[in-house]
């Protein structure tokens, strides 16, 4: 089964490309504001997408599934039949594979589903988690994985990190945090923080793909190019100090491109030799950047990956 995972689109789902799979997952913050417009508007988008199933929770930005459930309830209807799963503390079998979703998370500036942090309240939300859990959706994630800002603090939930010890799901999807994106490895749990947006809210981060089979989780995309590693080599080597021993290269130019560069030598003081190895150097430069800025976009982007050595 290949779950694609996306979470905190926040109204930029229309700018980036989803790829196929069998399970089309949204960790929440599909809106900015949570307005019926916003929520209707990413229904439809969804319910064009054309995997077999669709699972949707909501985040703290998607105010409308707190503050009026009945009307979010007749705007799912209206796709009813797209394939379209909204989860909220319930769960679904899809494949024999067992999904529960949740939206809640601690206390985060007055947002929606908003629980006081170490409560009582959120130990039993995440208590109602069955123990058969096999991908867990909620929105945001377990204290101390991919949940920091820039490396600071750490900003998840300390009671789902403990009830986490009993289910051991075999996926768990979030997002929240947007610089916590990136995938986590445990002995028993994948970890996906799937923030297409950036801290800049930016949706600059891919999609998440994952094949769930009966013996693991393969997450796509964590391993470094074998392109981009050769780019960084020599964009490495073009930054090394020019001291040591010098090789010559010898090179063609048109008589009146030779001519050209022995003027422009002249003009700046220089020999015709250094010109052109100035020449030679800029161009190497201005290329391997060229080619990194390539890999760099967000279809290129490799997925942060982190192993984690206990299991929650």
Known sequence: MRLVCISDTHMAHKGFSIPDGNVLIHAGDATSSGTPDEVDRFLGWLAAQPHPHKILIAGNHDWLFQRDPDL????????????IHYLEDSGMEIEDVRFWGSPWQPWFLDWAFNLPRR????REVWNRIPLDTDVLITHGPPFGILDQVHGGEHLGCEEMKIRLRAVKPRVHIFGHIHDGYGAAQSKVTTFINACTSTEAYQALNRPIVVDLSATGAIVHGIEVSPRKARLEKVAAMAEAAEAGPMQKAETWFPEA????????????GLSTESLIQNYALRGLHSDVAKHLRAEGKPGNRTVPFLRIDDEA
């Open 119 to 122: 409560g009582d309240r959120l």
């Open 257 to 268: 491109h030779l001519a050209a560069m022995k003027e422009m030598a002249d003009l700046r």
């Open 72 to 83: 979010a309830r007749l705007l799912l209807e209206k796709h009813q039949g797209r394939g």
